[in-house]
């Protein structure tokens, strides 16, 4: 018992070992390689330099660096369309093939004919029918299950697996927070149980460190007297604008002091963010790059980023801009 | 800049070496002192010693390594009412001193009168009362600071100070849990935003790892324009029976693999935790001790514990007999 107990113990050792080893790394190399040397990344090493440094004015202890992300356009790409609706899209098509009789009927039918518009008739209604569908009617073990499949095979028309699409300069960032004692969340107006399949392996996020839009969840035993969790078709919360200083304060209970958004979805987190006391960060991704990314923003459908952008010139926030900002936008070698 | 990242990311090494440190004084010496050496104690030290276990057939990877403990009555007394109610009613005091047209009004009028009669006359009408004008109507941050100035200045009838009603082998049992990598959780039918003021301390579990009932809460601009959350007299979530694993889904995302309860309101709590695959462990407190704390179960208006009595003894899950299995009830020296 007690070399077990003495071998559980050092797990936490070898990896504060490792993260001393790998800050030592990365002091002597650069933390954010993919960042440009810019304004952007100075006010970053800055802001991190004042919150750690012991005794200094502006020093935050460990327990309150709290640092909140959203999601999509954020940490991974949103366009064409946000990856959960394709997800969705692709599920119905994928009940379709497997249930004949679905396909004359709605949602199933728009899908199926391409016919986005038709689906879109009554304001979002075909959309909002669409995800409800495949969001619901299951356990949350099955649900977790469908994603998992579907990353695992549907590619995004730039041919690369769909969570291979988070930006490269957002991870060397995530984990430069977290060496310096950051606790990192993603806090995004997607869905909790479709981000957690895959945000621990993409972003070194845990599931309980995921806060997100939720459907009504209800417990049950099944048939054979096997405790599960049903997915029912019902908005329970929407973790989006003013939903994202609730949603933080539901999950997470402290107030960010790092906040990183891209859209007029994240101004109220932004907004709260930066309203606490002390030493405050709050940064939005401008996507400017049309090359290599997208270029989108005040007109966008998708991440509609306009009073955020007017916010952010009066109250100095941080606009990182994708074209000038970041070297490189996905991650190399796959 | 580098020697900043170095001294920052040696705060957890320090952590860690701290934590082998005391995992080996532990070792030497008896992890868990305040249970007696009895079933219970050696239930939980074998559970701890298999999912540990590196290659044995039951070792649980350390991210899954989940532990959920109700709060009221498994992790700090809960007579003779629940602790929470007795902020509520000495709230109702206090805001009646402060504003004596509130005397003759419902529920200040009861309250005053020690009418416990009155004020539940209607069902739970009178105490949802009382719950419900003290626990809105002000910012979740002001609600914080009621807490905290409630916990330092009221006393228990025992003479402790409510933070002090902690159980001293639960404290060991965390902590134990924590030093062989375990996430330990509350998951309560508490109010999360009154459990978050004193569980870090009182506990070590930090806010975003506590689960509890909540209110409905609203994001807006106070009139000096700085970001606030307003907490609405609307209950939002129940976290509680049903709504226990439920609650664990929504925030935590991952099935625990030990949870730790007292009464039927963990029923499912422990049903959901030992219906997953792998190595599992439910417990659960009996009050059998009325010397030194309580002794009540199925017919106790206050942690009632019945069915989930009876379901234990089919499911084998363990029962702590308080009497029996605690050496010390409360922590000592205070």
């Not at 984990?175 to 806090?187: H, P, S, Y």
């Not at 994202?244 to 107030?255: A, D, L, M, Q, S």
């Amino acid at each position: 018992m007690p070399m077990v107990k003495l071998r559980a113990a050092s797990a936490p050792l070898l990896i504060a070992a490792l993260c001393v080893w790998s800050a030592a790394a990365l002091a002597q190399a650069d933390p954010l390689p993919s960042w440009n040397d810019g304004k952007s990344k100075h006010v970053i090493l800055d802001f991190v330099r004042k919150v750690t440094q012991e005794g200094g004015r502006d020093f935050v202890p460990l327990d309150q660096r709290i640092a909140a992300f959203d999601n999509d356009g954020t940490l991974w790409a949103e366009q064409p369309v946000y990856f959960q609706l394709q997800f969705a899209l692709d599920e119905i098509k994928r009940l379709a093939a497997q249930n004949p009789a679905l396909k004359g009927k709605e949602p199933y039918r728009s899908v199926l004919a391409r016919d986005l518009k038709g689906l879109s008739a009554n304001g979002n209604k075909g959309l909002m029918q669409a995800m409800a569908v495949t969001h619901s009617g299951i356990t949350t073990d099955e649900f977790a299950v469908l994603v998992r499949n579907w990353l695992a095979s549907a590619r995004h028309p730039t041919k690369r697996a769909y969570d291979e699409m988070v930006y490269q300069p957002q991870l060397e960032l995530l984990a430069f927070l977290r060496a310096n004692g950051f606790k990192t969340f993603i806090v995004s107006g997607g869905g909790v149980e479709f981000m957690r399949v895959f945000a621990e392996k993409a972003y070194g996020i845990p599931p309980e460190q995921v806060v997100g839009s939720s459907g009504s969840v209800k417990y049950r035993l099944s048939a054979t007297g096997k405790p599960e969790l049903y997915k029912e078709a019902k908005v329970e919360f929407i973790d989006d604008g003013p939903g994202k200083p609730v949603g933080i304060n539901r999950f997470i209970g402290r107030r960010p002091i790092l906040a990183f958004g891209n859209s007029d979805g994240d101004l109220q987190m932004l907004q709260y963010t930066t309203g606490g006391e002390g030493a405050r960060l709050a940064l939005i991704i401008h996507h400017t790059d049309a090359a290599r990314e997208w270029a989108y923003d005040r007109k966008s459908q998708i991440g509609k980023l306009d009073k955020a952008l007017d916010e952010a010139a009066t109250k100095g926030w941080t606009i990182v801009d994708m074209k000038t900002d970041w070297k490189t936008i996905f991650p190399p070698g796959r």
